[in-house]
């Protein structure tokens, strides 16, 4: 066997792979259920908290700020650890994928808050006073006028921390969610050979490459005419 | 002397330590207009602005065609429909087309359906001139232009009183005719105006009354030919002599 042949025979072994497409599969699945659940959740809560945030309650502010700092500086591995294996003491008990969905939602939700907040700061105050100046209320000014321009500024930042955070489905492994990263690795223990992580990786792309485009779309169809 | 429109008395505004202005009172009939000058920071531009509660005065009272701007019953969002204001900076919304930009106020705070609320707006942008204009953004209309639409947003909403915060200070030499071209055009519709600017010729064959402001009081007021040729203090000719030497 030449070298060649021995690489594609450890890395990409027709016979393994053929076997363990199924779990593989399965395990897309479950990646693409935690995905959506951590970018709708994430992002919704993000955008509500930065809404609450500009009304300008300054104690809740202050209740904010620490909670989005907190997410943000925590590891996520150690938060997804804590909610599965600290939370039943609470006589909680979330399940694995349970617990990676929520703890990848806050973090997400932290970061997606923080570049809410930036986007809609960012816009100046002169908008707000024109808006105002002809009669709308606070709230019409903030979804009419503002938001529009803030989100269009939010989404580059934003597409790369979603994809980012949604990336980290994969430590769902350590709390055995069988999501692609878990399948493959018990595959790999299964079968000696390590070709299911590669058609992980392969699945990791497939799934996450339509998302930068998606995100690069969305940024030309806001961008308005100059 | 026609009914006030505007009937501002004893108004203080702070911020922080900065006594910006300090007790001033100012009475707008209708029909008239009225033109601010006096140096920078002098108070002129926060007296605007306290006129639509923009900035919350500290102190004093102001009534705008019959309503108490500073009563907590007052619905301020309903009161500001009355009072247009134009702002140095345009501040057009940049994601809307002109059209959008005048008609947003018209949908949300004046109730009006959309197919209602075009027509109207295609009408004010038509007065400023802009009518082949409706469909463009800000970004694509120059600066005269842009504050001509600022303008047509107000007058969309058709307001008892408009407040011109140095409407063309942001604009090349050249652009400057065609906005106080259209400041014109409303004044002789009959439209009540509170200008601040340092355009003096305009204030001069325009204006019903000059009023000079230095720090935050109104040091005096009156015809534009008696306070231009024949102020009665020192200030205001230093002031006067200021601006005429370029």
């Known amino acids: 066997m030449s070298k060649w042949e021995k690489f594609l025979d450890t890395f990409f072994n027709a016979r393994v792979m053929e076997k363990y497409l199924p779990d593989i599969l399965s395990g897309v699945l479950v990646t693409i259920e935690l995905a959506v659940l951590i970018v709708i959740s994430g992002l919704v809560a993000g955008l509500a908290l930065a809404l609450v945030r500009s009304l300008g309650l300054r104690p809740l ?36 994928f349970v617990s990676t969905w929520i703890s990848l939602a806050l973090v997400l939700m932290s970061f997606s808050e923080e570049i809410f907040w930036a986007g809609i700061t960012s816009i100046p105050k002169g ?61 790999v223990s299964n079968s000696y050979n390590p070709s299911p992580l590669m058609m992980g990786a392969a699945a990791y792309i497939v799934l996450f490459l339509p998302v930068v485009v998606i995100g690069r779309w969305i940024e030309t169809k806001f961008a308005w005419k100059r | 002397m026609a009914a006030a429109i505007v009937e501002a008395r004893g108004l203080h505004k702070h911020f922080g330590a900065l006594h910006v202005l300090k007790g001033v009172d100012l009475d707008v009939a209708e029909r008239e207009l009225v033109f601010v000058i006096g140096p920078s920071g002098s108070g002129k531009s926060t007296l605007l602005r306290c006129l639509n509660r923009l900035e919350e005065p500290s102190a004093g009272s ?25 702002f140095q900076s345009f501040n057009l919304y940049p994601h809307m087309t002109a059209l959008g930009n ?94 601040v600017s340092h355009e003096m010729g305009f204030a001069r064959n325009a204006a019903d009354r000059v009023l000079f402001m230095d720090e935050g009081v109104v040091v005096e007021q009156g015809p534009p030919a008696a306070i231009f040729e024949n102020p009665s203090h020192d200030r205001t000719r230093a002031f006067i002599s200021q601006i005429q030497r370029h």
Do not use: C
């Not at chain 1, 500086?73 to 650890?81: E, T």
């Not at chain 1, 709390?175 to 878990?182: D, H, R, S, Y």
């Open chain 1, 61 to 96: 502010n202050w209740l904010i700020i620490f909670v989005v700092d907190l997410f943000r500086s925590l590891p996520p591995l150690v938060i997804i650890v804590l909610m599965y294996f600290g939370l039943p003491a609470a006589d909680v008990s979330p399940s694995g």
């Open chain 1, 127 to 187: 908008q707000w006073e024109a808006a105002r100046s002809t009669g709308l209320s606070f709230g019409q000014t903030l979804i009419n006028v503002i938001l529009p321009q803030a989100l269009r500024l939010t989404i580059p930042p934003l597409t790369n921390r979603t994809i980012a955070i949604t990336k980290g489905t994969a430590l769902g492994t350590v709390v055995a969610v069988t999501e692609i990263l878990g399948q493959a690795s018990s595959a």
């Open chain 2, 62 to 86: 102001i009534m705008v065609d019959g309503i108490n701007l500073l009563d907590p019953r007052t619905d301020i969002n309903h009161a500001r429909q009355r009072i247009g204001m134009v």
């Open chain 2, 102 to 195: 005048v008609t947003l106020a018209l949908r949300k705070v004046a109730g009006k359906s959309r197919g209602e609320a075009d027509a109207i707006g295609r009408q004010a942008l038509e007065r400023v001139g802009l009518g082949d204009r409706a469909g463009h953004t800000p970004g694509q209309l120059s600066g005269g232009q842009q504050q001509r639409v600022a303008i047509a947003r107000s007058i969309a909403l058709e307001p008892r009183v408009m407040l011109f915060d140095e409407p063309t200070s942001a604009l090349d030499p050249e652009l400057v005719g065609s906005v106080l071209g259209v400041m014109r055009d409303l004044r002789d519709s009959g439209m009540t105006m509170v200008v």
